[in-house]
């Protein structure tokens, strides 16, 4: 078992060292500058609604869906996206998503409109070129600052090279390569958890990486 992980890490250099090469010739030829758009006109645009503390009687609450309509308590509610037509006669559509993500309709939304959504989720096999810094540990412990470079996702798995150095009383010290495979601990954020091989000194480590 341990000789087909050191194979399976083995090709992982390989391959993250054929497609560091790879990178940089792309960017030797595409190096040249090209105008950056300062933001994307099918961007839209938003704003923030704050319910007030304390309900003031006389002064209506300018909630973008009324309580009414709400299909869920308000509490739950994250977003409203409320959707105006220029045709005559047209009412407007409200979609409302909850802190989980999903999405549901007003209660005041015509019966004969198709609302359909859609969540887009990344194939099972990707490459990237992800970068990362973070902390790792060895057997006994000793820490390292690593710098992360991950290449291939598979699933929720991402495989990547790591340059490390020891933490020591004389600054960093002992600089080691290594490979490791790395799980995002949260869905809404880019810190991972990591596992991995030190080539150098021919240890195992485990850490937790932050993506740039």
Do not use: C
């Not at 009324?66 to 509490?75: E, G, H, Q, T, Y």
């Not at 810094?133 to 992360?148: K, R, T, Y």
């Not at 150098?200 to 932050?210: C, D, F, N």
């Amino acid at each position: 078992m341990a000789q087909n992980m050191k194979k399976i890490f083995k090709l992982i250099i390989i391959f993250s060292i054929i497609w560091l090469i790879g990178s940089i010739i792309l960017y030797k030829q595409y190096k040249k500058p090209m105008p950056e758009v300062a933001e994307n006109e099918y961007l839209l645009p938003s704003e923030i609604y704050k319910p007030p503390l304390i309900k003031i009687p006389f002064i209506k609450d300018k909630a973008p869906v009324s309580k009414a309509n709400l299909p869920i308590p308000r509490k739950d509610v994250k977003t409203t996206i409320v959707v105006t037509s220029p045709v005559p006669d047209a009412k407007k559509i409200t979609l409302i998503v909850d802190k989980k993500g999903k999405v549901y309709k007003s209660k005041d939304t015509p019966k004969d409109v198709e609302i359909k959504v859609t969540h887009w989720k990344p194939p099972f096999f990707g490459l990237q070129n992800k970068w990362g810094v973070g902390i790792a540990m060895d057997i006994p412990p000793d820490l390292s600052f690593i710098l992360s470079w991950d290449t291939i996702r598979i699933w929720r798995l991402y495989f990547g090279v790591d340059l490390g150095t020891n933490f020591t009383d004389y600054g960093f010290t002992d600089f080691w390569v290594g490979t490791s495979v790395k799980y995002k601990i949260l869905k809404n954020n880019n810190l991972f958890a990591l596992a991995g091989y030190n080539w150098i000194e021919k240890v195992l480590y485990v850490g937790v990486s932050m993506r740039l």
